[in-house]
T-cell receptor
C-alpha cells in the first residue's frame, strides 16, 4: 500500500546533540517530499522540500534532509539541537498529478533535554 | 500579508449540531486545501479548491461534510449532524500556482472541534 512512514513516534535528545528523524515512503514513483514542524498551538511550518536535483536539501532553522532514492527515504537532520526544536515533525509527500495534496506520515515528537 | 487565518480557533458543540468553520487564505493564493488531524496522527487530506472550483474530495468527507469557496477567496467547511468521531483539528492551507516548486502550502493555526 502507498504510505509515508515515520518509524519513531518519540525521540528524546539532549540540547546540543545531533538529531536525525527518519522518513520512508512507499510509492511507485518518486514523490515530492516535505518536512513540516508543528509546535504546540501553532500551525504547520514548512522546514524544507525536495523536488529534484541535489539530494541534500537545506531548510530553515538549521535543518537539512537527504533524499535517497535507493532507500525510498528522506531523513531530516540537525547537527546541534536547541531547546526550541522541541515539537512534532511530519514528513509528507505529494504528486502534481494528484493536485499536490499532501500525504503525511504519523509524525515524530521530539523532546529536548537540558 | 498576515498568513492563513482560521475562525474560530476552538469550537465545542453537542452531538447532532451543525458547525461551520472559515478559512481565509493568503491573498492571491488560488489553491486552498482542508485537512483533518486527530490526536497523535498526521493531518489527512479532505478536499481542495482551485479558485472557486472544488477539484477533489477525499472519501473521508462524508455526506455530512460540505465545503465551499464561493468567490475564490475564503472558504467554509460545514459539518452537519456532528458526531463524536468528528472531534479533531481542522487545518486549512493555501498555495499559489500548480507547479510543485511554487505550490508550497502555508497552513493556518487550525480549528479544534470538540463534539460532546
Amino acid at each position: 500500500a502507498q504510505s509515508v512512514t515515520q518509524p519513531d513516534i518519540h525521540i528524546t535528545v539532549s540540547e546540543g546533540a545531533s538529531l536525525e528523524l527518519r522518513c520512508n515512503y512507499s510509492y511507485g514513483a518518486t514523490p515530492y517530499l516535505f518536512w513540516y514542524v508543528q509546535s504546540p498551538g501553532q500551525g504547520l511550518q514548512l522546514l524544507l522540500k525536495y523536488f529534484s536535483g541535489d539530494t541534500l536539501v537545506q531548510g530553515i532553522k538549521g535543518f537539512e534532509a537527504e533524499f535517497k532514492r535507493s532507500q525510498s527515504s528522506f531523513n531530516l537532520r540537525k547537527p546541534s539541537v536547541h531547546w526550541s526544536d522541541a515539537a512534532e515533525y511530519f514528513c509528507a509527500v505529494a504528486f502534481k498529478a494528484a493536485g499536490n495534496k499532501l500525504t503525511f506520515g504519523g509524525g515524530t515528537r521530539v523532546l529536548v533535554k537540558p | 500579508d498576515t498568513g492563513v487565518s482560521q475562525d474560530p480557533r476552538h469550537k465545542i458543540t453537542k452531538r447532532g449540531q451543525n458547525v461551520t468553520f472559515r478559512c481565509d487564505p493568503i491573498s492571491e493564493h488560488n489553491r486552498l486545501y482542508w485537512y483533518r488531524q486527530t490526536l497523535g496522527q498526521g493531518p489527512e487530506f479532505l478536499t481542495y479548491f482551485q479558485n472557486e472550483a472544488q477539484l477533489e474530495k477525499s472519501r473521508l468527507l462524508s455526506d455530512r461534510f460540505s465545503a465551499e469557496r464561493p468567490k475564490g477567496s475564503f472558504s467554509t467547511l460545514e459539518i452537519q449532524r456532528t458526531e463524536q468521531g468528528d472531534s479533531a483539528m481542522y487545518l486549512c492551507a493555501s498555495s499559489q500556482g500548480d507547479a510543485p516548486s511554487s505550490d508550497t502550502q502555508y497552513f493556518g493555526p487550525g480549528t479544534r472541534l470538540t463534539v460532546l
